[in-house]
């Protein structure tokens, strides 16, 4: 009773500083996008104001669009690959309590998930047998042969996702650039408009 008492306590702990992980991470990082963004909107505010610029062409618009769309998803593949290098460093750090994966929810891979949920458990098992049979037992051989196993599967798992993104990320990239054919039959004032509502959709 007392070991299931603990372990829940654990688990309990453990998901509270995965969410502060977490929102660590998100707070870091609008910190420096919200900083960002103030200087490109005014970037765009002078540019406006010098150029007497009011509105952009249909055409400029429909190109804003499509880069607004592209660039965001590009983004979040770029965030989302940050996330599986701080997984894997996770995984493969020594001294760090087992069960605090940062900032995991951003990347929805269910497999991912499982695997870790798995090398969660099985270090717990490991410390409990090394706590109870010592750590030359077989038991614990055995146990740390399975984190072993979990870490390589993970680590696999996490090259797979980079690699998929890798190719969605540079199909972006040749769509986009694809599109500047027509970006460049625009007028130099709207196309200094339209780099800007690029960053600022970035």
């Known amino acids: 009773d007392k070991l299931f008492e603990v372990y829940n306590i654990a688990g309990i702990k453990d998901k509270n500083e995965i969410a502060q992980r977490t929102l660590k991470f998100v707070d870091d990082r609008l910190v420096k996008v919200t900083a960002e963004l103030d200087s490109v909107e005014n970037n765009e505010a002078k540019l406006r104001a010098r150029e007497g610029i009011t509105d952009i062409s249909a055409q400029g618009a429909r190109y804003g669009d499509f880069v607004k769309e592209m660039e965001m998803r590009k983004t979040s593949i770029d965030l989302q690959l940050d996330v599986l290098s701080g997984v894997q460093s996770y995984v493969y750090s020594k001294g760090r309590r087992p069960g605090t994966v940062p900032a995991q929810q951003i990347v929805s891979d269910p497999i991912l998930t499982s695997l870790l949920q798995q090398l969660y458990a099985a270090e717990f098992d490991r410390d409990r047998a090394q706590q ?71």
């Open 132 to 202: 109870s049979a010592g750590e030359r037992s077989e038991t614990v051989i055995l146990a740390n042969e399975k984190v072993n196993r979990l870490q390589n599967d993970i680590k696999e798992n996490i090259n797979n996702i980079r690699n998929t993104f890798r190719i969605e990320r540079n199909n972006i990239d040749a769509n986009i650039a694809a599109k500047n054919d027509l970006l460049a039959q625009l007028p130099g004032k709207e196309r200094a408009l339209l780099a800007i509502s690029r960053q600022q959709a970035i």
